[in-house]
């Protein structure tokens, strides 16, 4: 059989059934022949996909045995699936394996393996591999730092998370929503509105359109959470020019999702303390929301109560309103 038809049944048949591929994969090795590195890749992202993780161990060990990786390209196949597998151990064996072969492991390798120390949730050797990265000279990139941001705002860390954040802009890296998202969505889980808002305005109003996306997901995450009251202090304590009236829509269509009247009555109240203005317009977009949504009733019912206590008028005269 033709080392292409092999290569191509091993990656094929490790779409349904990875037993099978396995066999064929024993089968191409005990003719002396070695898959090629797309048919690595596509077998190891199927054992993967089908959580036979002990099987991928399994290839690993025999492809290291038999001296198939010899450069950075075939390494960092197999690493990077061992990390999505989770198998630890085992990545710090190819690590181990590549630097005694005299290659340097680049950034691409730090981040799979930080990666899956955060999701297992071994902080301390994810903090050790950090400073061995800056020793050996191989500082980290936006994504290195998205994921120790990430998991130290995850388990509430926000100091730690805060350090980070300024060690990225002292090397003049550049923050994504990724980035910011994480960090102001912990500051405000811990009611360090504050700090949330210096955040958001110093590193984050620089452009206002990432500005206003970054708002609105903020808060349909926290919202997520139930956190609505975190979510209406955070708006209110920003000025009204940037607390866009679409971040505003957006907490007040999860408040009367979730039947959160009287919080979004008290908001409503707030917004018409500070920015009168905007009022009109977010009840405008909400009655918009409800026309076009599968289940209006909850957001017409918050419009009612508004009106009811006099925190908005009707435009009576409006047809758009009548059903209101």
């Keep these: 059989m033709e080392d292409d038809v092999l290569n191509a049944l091993i990656g094929s048949v490790s779409t349904i059934d990875p037993y099978s591929a396995m066999k064929f994969f024993h089968f191409v090795i005990g003719k002396g022949k070695f898959p090629m590195?797309?048919?690595?890749?596509?077998?190891?992202?199927?054992?993967?996909?089908h959580g036979k993780i002990d099987e991928l161990v399994e290839v690993y060990r025999v492809l290291s045995s038999n001296e198939y990786f010899s450069d950075m390209e075939s390494y960092n196949v197999m690493f990077s699936f061992l990390c999505k597998g989770g198998r630890v151990r085992e990545?710090?064996?190819?690590?181990?394996?590549?630097?005694?072969?005299?290659?340097?492991p680049d950034i691409s390798i730090y981040n799979s393996l930080i990666e899956v120390l955060c999701r297992e949730d071994l902080l301390r050797p994810a903090k050790r591999l950090w400073d061995e990265?800056?020793?050996?000279?191989?500082?980290g990139n936006l994504k290195t730092y998205n994921i120790l941001i990430g998991k130290f705002s995850e388990i509430g860390q926000t100091e730690e998370a805060m350090r980070l954040f300024n060690h990225m802009l002292e090397k003049g890296?550049?923050?994504?929503?990724?980035?910011?998202?994480?960090l102001l969505e912990a500051l405000c889980q811990e009611t360090k509105f504050e700090t949330a808002v210096e955040v958001f305005y110093k590193h984050v109003n620089h452009d206002i359109m990432p500005a206003q996306n970054i708002l609105k997901t903020l808060?349909?995450?926290?919202?997520?959470?139930?956190?609505?009251?975190?979510?209406?202090?955070?708006?209110?304590?920003?000025?009204?020019?940037?607390?866009?009236?679409?971040?505003?829509?957006v907490l007040l269509k999860c408040?009367?999702?979730?039947?959160?009247?009287?919080?979004?009555?008290?908001?409503?109240?707030?917004?018409?303390?500070?920015s009168p203005s905007i009022l009109q317009d977010i009840c405008t977009k909400l009655l918009a929301f409800s026309s076009s949504s599968s289940n209006p009733e909850p957001i017409l019912r918050l419009l009612q109560t508004l009106s009811q206590e006099c925190v908005?008028?009707?435009?009576?005269?409006?047809?758009?309103?009548?059903?209101?």
């Excluded at 596509?42 to 054992?47: G, H, V």
């Excluded at 956190?227 to 009236?245: E, I, Q, R, T």
Aim: charged share 20%; with cysteine; net charge negative.
């Design 173 to 182: 890296l550049t923050p994504d929503a990724t980035t910011h998202i994480s």
């Design 91 to 104: 990545a710090y064996e190819v690590l181990q394996e590549m630097r005694k072969k005299g290659l340097d």
């Design 312 to 324: 908005i008028s009707i435009d009576s005269g409006n047809d758009s309103w009548k059903h209101v």
């Design 219 to 249: 808060i349909l995450n926290l919202c997520g959470k139930g956190y609505f009251l975190v979510a209406s202090k955070f708006l209110c304590d920003l000025s009204h020019d940037v607390g866009h009236l679409d971040a505003h829509v």
């Design 255 to 274: 408040l009367a999702d979730s039947e959160e009247v009287p919080i979004a009555v008290e908001h409503v109240k707030q917004i018409r303390g500070n």
């Design 37 to 49: 590195l797309l048919t690595l890749s596509n077998l190891s992202r199927n054992l993967c996909k």
């Design 133 to 139: 990265m800056f020793v050996i000279g191989c500082g």
